[in-house]
């Protein structure tokens, strides 16, 4: 191998990055919604995703995909009902 193609891959700035985390929720938004949970959003997506973020940190960006993506409808489903109960929810 010569060194162009050791090069590391091209990193997102922000704007991209963000980009792309709100393509992945809008895509798993939509995966709910094939299931029947079709007032579900993205950003209700990311809000789920990101709650364990505000304790932790920000993770590298292949913890926050695989989080985005394993996402299950019955982990997002209680973070809702919890949420509810606790008056969090400003949009419900």
């Known amino acids: 191998m010569d ?4 090069q ?3 990193k997102l700035n922000e704007a991209e990055l963000n980009e792309t985390i709100e393509q ?3 895509s798993k938004a939509e995966e709910f919604h094939l299931i029947g949970y079709d007032q579900v959003s993205g950003a209700d997506v990311w809000e789920c995703v990101s709650d364990k973020y505000h304790k932790m940190g920000m993770p590298p960006l292949h913890e926050i995909v695989n989080d985005i993506l394993s ?3 019955t982990q997002f489903m209680n973070y809702i009902t919890l949420n509810m109960y606790r ?3 400003s949009k419900r």
């Open 87 to 89: 008056g969090d929810m």
């Open 24 to 26: 992945l929720c809008r």
């Open 71 to 73: 996402l299950k409808v």
């Open 3 to 6: 060194n162009e193609e050791r």
């Open 8 to 10: 590391p891959a091209e």
